[in-house]
């Protein structure tokens, strides 16, 4: 990385910011609907690319924690009455508080282990979603139609329900979560974790506790998936179980593969990306699975380094 | 206690009964997962998808002899770890041999393989849940309630299948090469074991393990695509329980999980039950990673 | 409301063998102020005129479960919809105009649901979305449809309808849902089989439902609920809940899902051989299931809800010979082209007679774009029924305007012989209830 890098990376982050708020004004309704939920998903691969992609730590239990996120946030609003910013609170202070408590666990293991660990733990979140059915109401999940109300701030007051609404704090979302995960890798701290990623054994030997710094990037990756999973519940208005089985966990992984591990822009191409090809092939064959299966398999294979990896291999070096 | 045991005889009985037969078929479809682990040192996430696999062709066999339930049943006990076993060879040499078996690409790739084989069998077979008749049916009646003799059936054939495994990884020339390269594949090269074949034949065993537990199931439960995730979760509760790798451990873990699990299902509620049993796995990897049999994994 | 009622009712034995052409294709929706089923559509060529000037086809987005766990359900829901879309094409359309089906998959997903329900409402530009089935993807739609402030027909036997947590533009008008379902067959089963009742339900979902509302009809009909049992969708071995039951059990009343059915009435069996209480159960545990698959024999004696008998002659009406053979089922409810491919019956009638009560609304608010959508949801508030008939050949229905749920006749057939023999059609006041939802509160 030279010295130019974090200049060149500032504007390019921004150039794509700027371009996805301009995008508004001019994609058509359904476009821009789509946008607004991409932008949020994107902003749950963000934060599990921080744990795959810089610390090369996988996991196949994020669901837990975007669920966990949409639950508090979702219970906070449907059973109290809160409106949407306090419960958007609580939800992060509650997904912080078990991300860092799923992590001082899970990061007693490593590798494969690690990876079953994390499995398992969503697999035991997506139960207790089913068994504490009075709360969650299971299955079905519940919607948050009636109960939320419109966000009011100073004198105006906004509709979780209007669209430009959602695309705009979608992109506020998507903005706050490329921005963290890009100050991250440009940071010390950012530095360490990607010396753990390359080899742990000597990052110890250097001195770094790397305990701690992978409690730090599991709890930051939690907590960013947490705030998607909030933020979809206020803007989607749904909560519901399908958000916490194992597919849900799945799905980050499969779209910061495609888009490219461990570049901040990977998992923004990789989701909207997939999410228009399944929304496409939908149209003429009911076999997208085939196509989500042979996109997964050919990538391990052919490119493993995703998009934006061989952007950057080809043309970008300096590409965070 | 002793009050208590007389009360609830019937149940602790039927638990034990219940749980023993839930331990044979869990040990079957996890000594696969266990098997590909040890020799291998890859998770297959599309294991699942081979024990559907069985059942479904076991369903083909059984329409295609005409619904003789014999017949049907002894061309599938044939014909499923044949067909699945070569499909695994074929994804071993087409996949995991040219990612050179990393860990983490492997799990990726094994979980586009279970999509496409899922896909692939909702296409052709349908969505339907198809049922298989028992190849020999009869009932058992105990004092207080009845129950399968086929199911009994299942659990002596699932022993007899974990015998066999465990006389070809100690008598044959196969199992040598398997357990060298389980212990150091590199050093079991130089020593002139054809590694890259042992991988492919130990991957086929395991699909074709899954395969058979797959026809010996599909007359106790119905054939349909979507049911290979609930034994994947539960191979890899047993074979984490049990240590990666170890034959043993998994027989052993299978018990463990199957008892507790009627235990716990007759006495509690069965979703708890599943909860435990997840957090469980996740301690024992957390606390002794090694599983309870197994050797250090990474 | 109660006129209607009493109107509803009684239609069964005429209908049997007299059919007029008024009760054919009239059948139909009254205003509820004037409170009369006013059957003004008599001739269907007559109507041609009435929307003349627009013959661009009524697009309507079908969200259907063409894979995942509903696919089976899917795959008939396909079938009778296309089957109803060419009954009213060749009736002369809605309001003239010819119907187009939209098909899409959801995946049995909530989450892909909400994006269908986006992509039929702004990309494929529908004028409704119709035609859900699972409870879970109807929660994860119908938020999306409220905002976009687009009618939703669902078909979905849920009570999350009439419960009050939808909105506005979501309507069940041709399946009655879940409690009603079961205060109507309880009722019968508590007077018929016994007042001690196990409940066997899955551990999910509608599953709950099964569960609070078998603990109503008990009190209101005076029996007891000795067990209520859970088990998971995902379960395959059943033997050990079976021990749950209390011997001294009257009925056992189940109600599953899932492909672990068969196994479950089957260790069913042998865990009580012939010593079993009576049993009750509904026919979604066997919805595309053949009752001769091999295992089932035990089922013989029990009974079972059925919304439609699955076998002709358990209500044979002219207009349900007319409804079957459209779809292509044969007299035993499986496929005409494939003996082995049973149909979910009692569910996907109301894909057809909701097509028709599309139909209706449209018609009768005179509906030609989106700007009417205000007129087309009264008009559908304003139903207090729909007669029995061609277009709806399940049987008469109360439709509720405040919660927008409909209710409608049950049966319960007796399975002997390796089929199921309709023994009682229960009124639909036996599975009327009080509800104060009011969804024409809120705002269009």
Wanted: charged share 15%; proline share 4%.
């Amino acid at each position: 990385m030279n010295r130019r890098a974090p200049r060149k990376t500032a504007m390019l982050m921004a150039g794509v910011l700027v371009f996805l708020f301009l995008l508004q004004f001019i994609l058509p309704a359904y476009h821009h609907s789509t946008f607004s939920k991409i932008m949020v998903l994107a902003s749950y691969a963000v934060g599990f690319n921080i744990l795959l992609g810089y610390t090369g730590l996988m996991s196949l239990g994020h669901a837990m924690f975007f669920s966990t996120g949409m639950y508090v946030t979702g219970i906070c609003v449907y059973h109290f009455g809160l409106t949407g910013i306090p419960a958007l609170g609580i939800g992060l202070i509650i997904t912080v508080f078990v991300s860092m408590l799923i992590g001082a666990v899970a990061l007693r293991t490593s590798g494969v282990s690690f990876l079953i660990v994390t499995l398992m733990f969503g697999q035991t979140a997506f139960l207790s979603v089913l068994y504490f059915d009075q709360f969650t109401l299971g299955q079905d999940g519940f919607t948050l139609t009636k109960e939320l109300q419109p966000l009011v701030l100073g004198s105006t007051s906004f509709s979780y329900t209007d669209p430009n609404f959602k695309y705009n704090a979608a992109w506020l979302l998507f903005a706050v979560c490329l921005i963290l995960s890009n100050l991250l890798i440009l940071s010390p701290i950012g530095r360490v974790l990607i010396a753990i990623r390359e080899n742990e054994e000597r990052t110890q030997m250097l001195g770094y506790n790397t305990y701690l710094y992978k409690l730090f990037a599991l709890t930051l990756s939690g907590t960013l998936s947490g705030l998607a999973g909030s933020v979809h519940a206020l803007l989607f208005s749904y909560v519901g179980a399908t958000f916490a089985e194992i597919h849900h966990s799945i799905a980050p992984l499969l779209w910061t593969l495609l888009g490219g591990v461990g570049t901040t822009l990977g998992p923004l191409v990789g989701t909207g990306i997939m999410h228009y090809l399944i929304d496409f092939t939908s149209g003429w064959t009911s076999a997208y699975l085939l196509i989500v299966g042979a996109i997964l398999v050919l990538l391990v294979i052919g490119a493993p380094q995703g998009l934006m990896g061989m952007i950057r291999q080809k043309w970008m070096q300096w590409l965070p | 206690m002793s009050a208590w045991i007389d009360n609830n005889f019937p149940l602790v009985f039927l638990a034990l009964l219940d749980g023993s037969v839930t331990a044979f078929v869990l040990a079957l479809i996890a000594l696969g997962l266990s098997l590909v682990f040890g020799v291998m040192r890859v998770v297959n996430v599309a294991h699942g998808e081979f024990f559907m696999l069985g059942a479904v062709l076991a369903w083909a066999c059984f329409h295609f002899t005409g619904n003789m339930p014999l017949l049907g049943f002894l061309l599938a006990l044939i014909v499923a770890p044949v067909f699945v076993g070569g499909l695994a060879m074929l994804s071993d040499r087409l996949i995991l041999h040219r990612i050179q078996y990393n860990p983490e690409s492997t799990i990726v790739a094994t979980i586009g393989l279970l999509y496409i084989i899922q896909q692939l069998v909702l296409t052709f077979f349908g969505p339907e849940a198809r049922p298989v008749e028992a190849p020999i049916y009869f009932r058992v009646q105990f004092p207080w309630f009845g129950y399968s003799g086929y199911k009994l059936i299942v659990a002596g054939l699932s022993g007899v299948l974990l015998l066999g495994t465990w006389f070809l990884m100690v008598r044959s020339k196969l199992g040598l090469y398997m357990r060298a390269t389980q212990q150091d594949a590199e050093t079991a090269r130089t020593f002139g074991v054809p590694t890259k074949s042992v991988y492919s034949k130990v991957f086929a065993i395991g699909a074709g393990l899954a395969a058979l537990a797959g026809v010996l199931v599909v007359p106790i439960r119905q054939a349909d695509y979507l049911m290979g995730l609930e034994p994947l979760l539960l191979s890899f509760i047993v074979v984490i329980i049990g240590g990666l790798g170890s034959l043993r451990g998994t027989l052993v873990a299978a018990f463990i999980v199957g008892i507790s699990d009627g235990f716990i299902s007759v006495f509690y509620e069965p979703t708890l039950a599943k909860m435990l049993a997840t957090v469980l796995v996740a301690a024992v990897l957390v606390l002794k990673p090694t599983g309870l049999f197994g050797e250090e994994i990474r | 409301m109660t006129e209607n009622e009493k109107k509803a009712t009684p239609v069964q034995e005429e209908q049997k063998t007299e059919l007029s052409r008024r009760s054919l294709f009239g059948a139909t929706a009254a205003v509820a102020g004037a409170g009369v089923l006013a059957s003004q559509l008599t001739d269907p060529i007559a109507r041609t005129a009435y929307a003349a000037g627009s013959d661009a086809p009524i697009r309507i987005g079908f969200q259907v479960h063409r894979t995942g766990i509903g696919a089976t359900y899917g795959k008939w829901y396909e079938r009778t919809t296309n089957a109803a879309a060419k009954y009213i094409n060749d009736l002369g359309g809605m309001g003239g105009r010819p119907v187009e089906i939209v098909a899409e998959d959801d995946g049995t997903d909530p989450k892909r649901g909400a994006d269908v329900v986006e992509k039929f409402a702004t990309q494929h530009k529908v004028d409704f979305v119709y035609g859900t089935l699972f409870s879970h993807v109807v929660m994860g739609s119908s938020p999306r449809a409220g905002e976009l402030k687009i009618p939703y027909f669902v078909v979905s036997e849920g009570h999350h309808v009439a419960s009050g947590k939808l909105n506005r533009y979501v309507f069940q008008p041709c399946i009655t849902e879940v409690p009603s379902q079961i205060y109507a067959v309880s009722k019968w089963m508590f007077s018929n089989l016994g007042k001690k009742v196990a409940v066997i339900y899955p551990d999910y979902a509608f599953g709950y439902d099964h569960r609070d509302y078998s603990m109503e009809a008990a009190k209101k009909n005076g029996g007891t609920i000795a067990a209520q049992i859970p088990i998971p969708p995902t379960e395959t071995s059943f033997t050990r809940y079976f021990t749950k039951i209390p011997r001294d059990t009257d009925v056992i009343y189940h109600v599953m899902v899932g492909p672990g059915v068969l196994t479950f009435v089957r260790e069913m069996g042998e865990h009580f051989g012939s010593r079993r209480p009576e049993i009750f159960g509904f026919i979604d545990s066997l919805e595309g299931v053949d009752i001769n698959s091999p295992g089932l024999d035990f089922l013989d004696g029990t009974y079972f809800w059925e919304a439609m008998p699955r076998y002709a002659d358990g209500y044979p009406t002219a207009a349900e010979k007319v409804y079957r053979d459209a779809v292509g089922v044969n007299a035993s409810g499986a496929s005409k082209s494939d003996s082995k491919d049973v149909s979910t019956y009692s569910h996907m009638f109301g894909c057809w007679e909701t097509m028709f009560a599309i139909r209706e609304a449209v018609e009768q608010s005179g509906y030609r774009n989106k700007r009417d959508y205000p007129a087309l949801i009264e008009t559908m508030e304003g139903f207090t029924g729909f007669n029995e008939g061609i277009a709806h050949p399940q049987g008469p229905k109360v439709f509720n305007g405040k919660n927008h749920q409909c209710y409608g006749n049950q049966f319960i057939s007796k399975v002997a012989g390796g089929k199921l023999n309709v023994v009682h059609r229960t009124s639909i006041e036996d599975g009327m209830y009080d509800s104060d939802v009011d969804y024409t509160k809120m705002s269009l």
